[in-house]
């Protein structure tokens, strides 16, 4: 009787262990969500059929009305209100970016309710006023408002706006397909709150360390430490493991070395036994330098001091080899660099079903009209997460090259585009004060550089949770210029993305493509122009400089950012009715005389020359000195372009 009551026993266990109705489902919740934006160690793992997405105000004709008149910024109306973005089945809103919040309200409609799930002042999403929306996971900085703060949904979300106009938009989510996903509730447990704070508290560190992401299958460290000085046409290796494992940082100090015009030393790193190398870029390029300097310092990627980090983590199948190789030029000197390596490492073999391999796929390219630039496109399964870019327009003047939208199409289907170069940056108003007008480093995403007179800028983004997969094939690119890529430009690129399938080519940095291109002809705009008045001169900025004067007086303007050398130059400027005198110094050199821009109508003069200059770090600047003609008070300029002299 034992016997039978045991095997009815087992047979019961057995039912009940692999029967599907019984089977339990962990419910996903937001905090899984939000334990990604600091689980660096789970970037290599694949997301099987969960795509990321986004709606934006992005032109649907191709041209540039990408949000300044609420054309495209969102679906459909409800009565005076608008639905922004309106997502089927379960998933996740990843990130929310504006540059232009402001305090109509924001209703997001869950599963179908009749009512809002939240409610939020759209300004509040990045002010850090109202929690859990704290910064730095939302905030802004460089122009763009920002928001990573994870919303999750177990069946839809609908997004209305309550008013009668947005401007620009991008609103990015994730399907879970097959999650069973706990809808946002807005109520915190202690270990929530918690989690949020360990969140912020990563993602504001500035001296970021690799004991911020040891942790999962990059925990358990070993360092590799070596010292060594290589000179040009040697190549050193200086990490090699002939086993499974992966590694988990990497620590590179060079002092300034990496620095400078020649970007001739070479980071490269081979896993298992692939023809072409995962990782083949100038060691500037690969950390985030910009013309020269060290730009970028993120949380997972850049240069701190002297010291430039990788945090991501690059597991491999049998074996690892990193190297430096130390290009050889004849026509210029080349020191030898001193270098010290920390790579950071573990023996966590690689899951070759659930992760994929670290590939860093560098370009530069004068990208022709009519094309995309190209950040990569790959075939094959894997995810992508993180762009570095460096971009320089070869025509002298505004960048309106940064007008470009980026696009991505995944398995056959456009999954995001957006409104421009520097909002996929999750910034702003480029050329505007204290917008995206100088190099500024945040925690996933920033500025690299940005100049007027030498027509460059770039920026760099990372993305976490909102990492994106794809099972066939995926396109990446960027735009440049106002519409129809017409603008002409010198782009560099790193894509950063996992796969399971090794590159099948790479691009060389030839002699020309390590060198930092210099312009001959920069043009200074009135808005950026580091102006000092003296001697009664009143400025208002303006469509131009203007400069008031009841007598004579002068205003001083830095020639910042420009190469040293021979300058001849030009100026625009009104002529007007009430036009003052002015004069063109260097220090106490006299440039030009005295020219009146008194006329009888307003008409521009344009590329008027005024004399030559030698342009050194003590001798960047010129001083306008204006004197009233006759009751005539003012001299309005509007720019000074500057041209090489050979």
Not at 130 to 142: L, R
Not at 227 to 239: H, L, Q
Not at 474 to 491: L, R
């Amino acid at each position: 009787m034992n016997t039978l009551k045991n095997k009815y026993l087992f047979l019961l266990a057995l039912v009940l262990l692999f029967s599907p109705q019984v089977v339990s489902q962990k419910t996903y919740k937001w905090i899984d969500e939000l334990e990604l934006l600091k689980r660096i160690d789970k970037l290599p793992e694949y997301r099987t059929g969960s795509y990321v997405e986004q709606f934006s105000s992005y032109d649907r004709t191709g041209g540039n009305n990408d949000g300044f008149n609420g054309t495209y910024s969102y679906l459909r109306k409800e009565g005076d209100k608008l639905v922004i973005a309106e997502m089927e089945g379960p998933g996740v809103i990843n990130r929310i970016w504006t540059p232009t919040p402001t305090d109509n309200m924001l209703y997001f409609y869950f599963d179908g309710q009749k009512e809002p799930g939240l409610k939020i002042k759209f300004s509040d999403l990045f002010s850090g006023k109202v929690f859990p929306f704290t910064k730095p996971v939302c905030g802004n900085e460089i122009g763009g408002f920002y928001c990573y703060f994870p919303i999750t949904y177990k069946k839809s979300c609908k997004v209305i706006f309550d008013g009668p106009k947005l401007e620009f938009i991008q609103i990015q989510y994730r399907n879970l397909p097959g999650e069973k996903v706990e809808t946002y509730t807005g109520n915190f447990s202690q270990q929530d709150k918690d989690l949020l704070s360990e969140v912020n508290k990563v993602w504001a560190d500035i001296s970021p360390k690799i004991t911020n992401y040891t942790n999962g299958k990059s925990s358990e460290i070993k360092t590799e430490e070596k010292m060594f000085t290589i000179k040009p046409g040697e190549d050193i290796s200086f990490f090699e493991m002939n086993e499974p494992g992966r590694i988990i940082g990497m620590e590179i100090d060079g002092g300034n070395s990496f620095e400078g015009l020649h970007k001739d030393i070479i980071l490269s790193a081979k896993w298992d036994d692939e023809k072409v190398e995962a990782i083949y870029s100038p060691i500037a390029d690969f950390f985030g330098y910009a013309y020269g300097k060290g730009a970028m310092r993120s949380m997972i990627m850049g240069k701190q001091g002297t010291s430039n980090y990788c945090y991501l983590p690059m597991p491999f199948d049998k074996s690892a080899s990193v190297k430096m190789i130390y290009k050889k030029r004849n026509e210029i000197r080349q020191s030898p660099v001193s270098v010290n390596v920390k790579v950071y490492y573990n023996s966590n073999k690689r899951d070759v079903k659930e992760e994929g391999k670290f590939y860093a796929v560098w370009r530069r390219e004068k990208t022709p009209l009519g094309e995309f630039h190209k950040f990569t496109e790959q075939q094959g399964k894997g995810h992508y997460v993180g762009t570095i870019h460096q971009a320089q327009g070869l025509r002298s003047g505004m960048t309106l090259f940064f007008e470009g939208d980026d696009s991505t199409y995944v398995d056959k289907k456009m999954r995001l585009h957006g409104t421009g170069s520097e909002d996929y940056y999750n910034g702003g108003w480029y050329a505007v004060l204290d917008r995206w007008d100088r190099g500024n480093s945040l925690p996933i995403h920033g500025c690299l550089d940005y100049s007027l007179p030498m027509a460059r800028t770039g920026g760099y983004r990372f993305f976490l949770a909102d990492k994106m997969s794809f099972e066939k094939e995926i396109y990446h690119g960027m735009e440049h210029g106002e519409v129809k890529n017409n603008f002409p430009v010198d782009y560099i690129s790193l894509a950063f993305f996992y796969a399971a399938q090794p590159l099948q080519s790479r691009m060389e940095p030839s002699n020309e493509l390590r060198e930092v291109y210099q312009p001959t002809e920069h043009i200074y705009f009135p808005q950026q122009m580091l102006l000092t008045p003296g001697g009664g001169v009143q400025i208002i900025n303006d469509r131009g400089l203007r400069m008031n004067t009841q007598h004579e007086g002068t205003v001083r303007a830095m020639l910042n950012d420009v190469p040293e050398g021979k300058y001849r130059i030009l100026i625009n400027y009104f002529e007007k009715p009430n036009g003052a005198d002015f004069q063109v110094w260097q220090r106490q050199k006299q440039l030009s005389d005295w020219i009146s821009t008194k006329g009888d109508k307003e008409i521009s003069k344009d590329r008027i020359y005024v004399g030559d200059i030698e342009l050194t770090e003590q001798t960047n600047s010129i001083t306008f000195h204006v004197r009233n003609n006759q009751g005539s008070d003012q001299f309005e300029l509007s720019l000074v372009i500057l041209e090489r002299i050979k």
